[in-house]
């Protein structure tokens, strides 16, 4: 066997993999050795996820900024940018509108404010939004935060908890942060460990792709969810990896370190085999034409049906002056759902730990290295996909799933198919 077959073989049984045979992997080139990577990844992924797809949307509401970060529309120093917070009621008004398009997991993104009053705000939101939606989950994407801050917010109810490093290029990380708190390098890196310290079952992380070298970013990035690993026994539950877009009034529109496409998807597939059990998110920065062929390499999650500006489901026009970045997928939530039931893969609104089957964190990479979690994903998708499609209006997108339901169940226990009432 050749050293990509054995790497290739450990992945696939699900076991992590070392710094140098990820390093291999990147180095890999031609179109054969490619695609064995690419189909090992989804292999994988199938083994973990099976065919489903978790969906969610993110909620902008704030683009008022206290950081000035080359890339980013929200920029401090940014005068181009109409700026603009959401009141807890708008934001509840943004949810519901989410809610009617059949959303039921939200993303609360927002520029740096006061830490003080970002987490008052925040545990205000995510309490009016559970008592007045059906919203099942709330993600949370705030600068880092004290371990008490973080405890804070946790019990308000969250889903899970994100900070992205942006670099892990010190020297690099200092020339793109100018002003702020978030130029303190170490204060963000350590933002994960204080998350879990503080209780927080569901964590993400992420790098920015074109800041910096790709191959010093992906090799620092997994060498930082092994040491959670190793110090917590839990490592990430999401992991996304967007490339810089351009943004309204940042200095950066175009990637010092470009990612192409083949690279890009090359990275999306070594995450998946790397960390298996986490949730490989693709957002809408990425074109549909990208996206849809990301699904064939390992992606497990994607936003849908976005916009990236504070009130901006509400008044789409707002995403002209407003937003952090320029989306590159426009499609809605209902196109995106039936182009994945067309391609046989389950789209869903719920996870295990919001639906019916709440497990922790270390019981879902346990179970995902067991290559159990499978049947839980499967079965609570299937639930949550038989909810959207209630509403009349959707009833061309029923019939879709109709034909193609029992595709999803090949493998499933017959107790998860009790459990989704297939005969229902």
Known sequence: MSSLDVILSKAKQLQPLEPHEISRLMALEGPEQQQQLFDAALEVKEKVFGKRILLFA???????????????????????????????????????????????????????????????????????????????SIQVNPPPLSVDE???????????????????????????????????????????????????????????????????????????????????????????????????????????????????????????????Y???????????????RALKVGISQMSAGSHTSPGGYSNPAREENESQFYIADHRPLNEIVRELLSGGYLPSFSTVEDGFCQITMKEFIQLSRQGRIRQLVTANGVRSLEGYLEDPSRSEIKSIWLEKREDQFTGLSDGMRREVCLSG
């Open 58 to 136: 993110p909620v902008y509401i704030s683009n008022e900024c206290i950081n000035d970060c080359l890339y980013c529309g929200f920029r401090r120093s940014n005068t181009q940018l109409i700026r603009r917070t959401l009141s807890v009621q708008e934001t509840v008004e943004e949810a519901r509108r989410l809610e009617k398009e059949g959303h039921r997991r939200l993303l609360l993104v927002s520029g740096e404010k006061p830490r003080k009053d970002l987490v008052a705000l925040l545990e205000k939101i995510i309490i009016a939004v559970k008592q007045n939606t059906l919203i099942r």
């Open 278 to 292: 986490a949730e490989v998110v693709l957002s809408t920065r990425e074109s549909s034409a990208l996206r849809d």
């Open 150 to 276: 973080c405890q804070r917010l946790s019990q308000a109810g969250y889903g899970n908890y994100q900070v992205f490093q942006e670099t892990y290029h010190w020297l690099t990380y200092r020339k793109v942060h100018l002003t702020g708190p978030k130029r303190v390098y170490q204060w963000r890196l350590e933002s994960a460990e204080r998350a879990v310290r503080a209780g927080w079952n569901s964590i993400g992380m992420g790098i920015l792709l074109g800041i910096f070298d790709y191959r010093y970013e992906i090799i620092s990035l997994l060498s930082h969810v092994r040491y959670l690993e190793n110090k917590f026994g839990i490592g990430p539950r999401t992991i996304s990896l967007p490339r810089l877009r351009p943004a309204l009034g940042a200095p950066l529109q175009n990637a010092p370190a470009p990612v192409s496409d083949g690279d890009f998807l090359k990275l999306l597939a070594i995450l998946r085999l790397a960390v298996p």
